[in-house]
């Protein structure tokens, strides 16, 4: 089954503590990246990657780090997470059909920082 | 922030009717593409139209795409209680980044 998963699915971490959240997909994708969901802004892109070891910043990149070094993986990494980084989190991935991106998404991480 | 705006926020009808709901963006595009997110949930991809074309169906979808006015429409008829949901759209941006709208929620009512 076409997928893209996305764990832990709930976590709830202290300030400071480091945590990295995985995301992964199983359609050969090139492209992948991580949103976040906040109640009346919609999605906001953190960052993107078009493909292995070239990645980039979206809307909202401060706060986090991102790395491809494999095809299927795109983690999401908080060195120092802060209570405003509390928010759900959903990573993306697609392939290029004639220059459109229909993204495929997981089912969300959601994050609380106290 | 290019982010776009979805007009209403909020629309809530009665099963069989149709629901129109709108989106306005900031910068020229590439594509304009509608989502479907079930409570908490991860979105779904409904329906792609590219910056040439000004209308597009699939099913009891339909869009439409005006360049000029940087808006879009996106049209469910004869609604149904499966079709509560929330609805985003993106919109692709020069440098392959995505924007996306703030939502609008919908309610079908049986």
């Known amino acids: 089954e076409a997928q893209v998963t996305q764990n832990p699915r709930y976590l709830i971490t202290v300030t400071g503590k480091k945590l990295t959240v995985t995301c992964s997909q199983n359609m050969n994708h090139e492209y992948m990246s991580w949103y976040r969901q906040d109640p009346g802004l919609g999605l906001r892109q953190i960052y993107y990657s078009m493909n292995v070891e070239v990645t980039d910043k979206g809307d909202v990149p401060e706060g986090y780090k991102v790395s491809r070094k494999e095809k299927r993986n795109f983690p999401l990494i908080l060195e120092s997470p802060s209570p405003n980084q509390t928010s759900l989190y959903f990573c993306?991935?697609?392939?290029?059909?004639?220059?459109?991106?229909?993204?495929?998404f997981g089912p969300g991480t959601r994050l609380t920082v106290t | 922030s290019q982010q776009g705006e979805e007009d209403p926020q909020a629309l809530s009808i009665q099963e069989g009717e149709n629901a129109t709901m709108n989106c306005s963006y900031k910068t020229s595009i590439n594509n304009l593409q509608w989502y479907r997110q079930n409570s908490g949930r991860g979105l779904v991809h409904l329906i792609l139209?590219?910056?040439?074309?000004r209308e597009k169906h699939s099913g009891r979808l339909r869009v439409t795409l005006d360049t000029s006015k940087k808006s879009s429409s996106l049209l469910i008829t004869a609604s149904r209680a499966a079709d509560t949901a929330s609805y985003f759209c993106a919109t692709d941006g020069t440098r392959n980044q995505f924007y996306f709208g703030t939502g609008t929620s919908l309610t079908v009512i049986p």
């Open positions: 139209i590219r910056s040439n074309e």
């Open positions: 993306a991935s697609s392939t290029r059909d004639r220059g459109s991106y229909e993204q495929y």
